[in-house]
């Protein structure tokens, strides 16, 4: 079987993933499809709108084989991380002939050639990201700008056609070239593919499009008015989230979230919060003096509003303070990458794919965590292991949120089984 890998957070699932599955297969001729999810907690430094289980279900209803759960150490984290993680772990699953991701500019030979120009130029694009910084430029708007100089003095003109500042204004262009760098950085070797994004963008919130965005599907979820969308997504993922509904545990609330924060900001000292990744003694400061005056999550990320950190940055930070990640540990795991593969559900073909994994990956299988736990030696598995840990530890949290006391239960790693559709 030809297999091709898709990166995708699926929060939730919608016509746009079934599309981008369809075409991924058509254009890479593949039989079967596996899919890097995101956790429960999101690249965006959220919560999902809910929990990885279900997700899967809705992916596996509609055409994915195969899903692999991003480690935390990479769902959560900016697009170079998560670009990293996600196309390592696909490449230590050992089976995967061709990698699809979405795209608005949908050419691949521009995401490549940008790519490339990144991985040859580094030092000079660092250089011109801490000039914008410096600058005042919040660091998306420094690194578009950057990599404009970059383009420019590399005589981009060959495609001609293409409006750089528009390449670079698209989310899912970012994570493209983020993918294509590190299949380059990390000699992966993968063949690389990109589907055009059709209907709304990333951030829509119409609901008036036969592909609207999952922002979209969120909104109407947290609004309470999911039936204004019901034409516009799948059926099982409409089924999936009415029933998510009534049982009051989506949406999630965010004022336990903040709460769980305010606690962790409180408890900490100014140290203790600077050693944490992404963050500097400044900023250490703010977060701390934020805690002080805040009541709630909203009154936390808007007290921290400032012109040099973006609100998607400033949540992934709060993630990283909620796990306590600090900078040195952060740094030994992302040196080894992904150190597992983590099933979360899988069809017929899927189960025939795990097989095939099991004579070919470069790293173990994991089926239930506390069997796998108990057979390992803990000092010869410690990056394992503690990333593991981290996984499960973020559903603990995650189901404190939910609004249903009684799905608030923990060690659902454990109990919850694997999806299988027939």
């Known amino acids: 079987m030809k297999t091709t890998g898709i990166i995708a957070e699926y929060n939730p699932f919608h016509k746009g993933h079934i599309y981008h599955i369809n075409q991924s297969k058509k254009l890479t001729k593949s039989d079967t499809v596996v899919a890097v999810m995101s956790g429960n907690f999101t690249q965006r430094g959220t919560p999902a709108i809910c929990d990885k289980w279900k997700r899967s279900e809705m992916a596996l209803k509609n055409g994915i084989d195969l899903l692999i ?6 769902s959560i984290r900016s697009a170079e991380y998560f670009a990293k993680g996600s196309m390592q772990l696909l490449d230590r699953l050992g089976i995967i002939d061709n990698v699809a991701f979405g795209s608005e500019n949908g050419n691949i030979d521009i995401i490549n050639y940008i790519a490339k120009l990144l991985v040859r130029n580094d030092s000079y694009f660092n250089k011109r990201i801490k000039y914008y910084l410096k600058d005042g430029y919040v660091f998306p708007a420094a690194r578009k700008y950057a990599l404009t100089d970059l383009l420019k003095i590399e005589n981009f003109n060959e495609f001609n056609n293409d409006n750089i500042i528009e390449i670079l204004n698209g989310s ?29 963008n990333y951030y829509s919130k119409n609901k ?10 969120r909104d109407a979820v947290y609004n309470s008015n999911l039936d204004s969308i019901k034409e516009s997504i799948p059926e099982k993922t409409f089924d999936i989230l009415k029933n998510e509904i009534k049982k009051n545990k989506i949406p999630i609330n965010k004022d336990y979230l903040g ?18 990744f992404d963050i500097n003694n400044d900023l250490a400061v703010r977060l701390k003096n934020a805690s002080i005056n805040s009541g709630n999550y909203i009154d936390l990320i808007n007290s921290l509003n400032t012109r040099s950190y973006t609100k998607t940055r400033f949540q992934r930070i709060l993630l990283y303070l909620l796990f306590e990640l600090e900078k040195d540990f952060l ?7 992904p150190s597992y593969i983590r099933v979360l559900g899988f ?24 069997e796998f736990i108990d057979e390992i030696d803990l000092n010869s598995k410690k990056f ?5 840990s981290y996984d499960i530890y973020a559903t603990n949290l995650y189901t404190l949120l939910y609004k249903n006391k009684s799905y ?7 109990t919850n089984k694997i999806i299988k559709i027939n």
Do not use: C, M, W
């Open 331 to 337: 740094k030994k795991h992302d040196r080894i990458g």
């Open 347 to 370: 069809n017929k073909r899927g189960k025939k794919l795990l097989s095939e994994i099991n004579n070919n990956s470069k790293v173990p299988i994991i089926y239930n965590p506390s």
């Open 69 to 74: 759960e991003l480690p935390l150490f990479f």
């Open 384 to 388: 394992l292991i503690s990333s593991l």
């Open 208 to 217: 008036n499009n036969k592909f609207v965005s999952a922002t979209s599907v």
């Open 172 to 200: 899912n262009n970012i994570l493209a070239i983020e993918y294509a760098k590190a299949n380059l950085q990390y000699d992966l070797n993968l063949n690389l593919n990109t589907v055009k994004r059709v209907g709304e």
């Open 259 to 276: 709460i769980i924060l305010l606690s962790k900001l409180r408890k900490l000292n100014k140290n203790q919060i600077s050693n944490l």
């Open 408 to 414: 608030r239960k923990a060690n659902l790693d454990y």
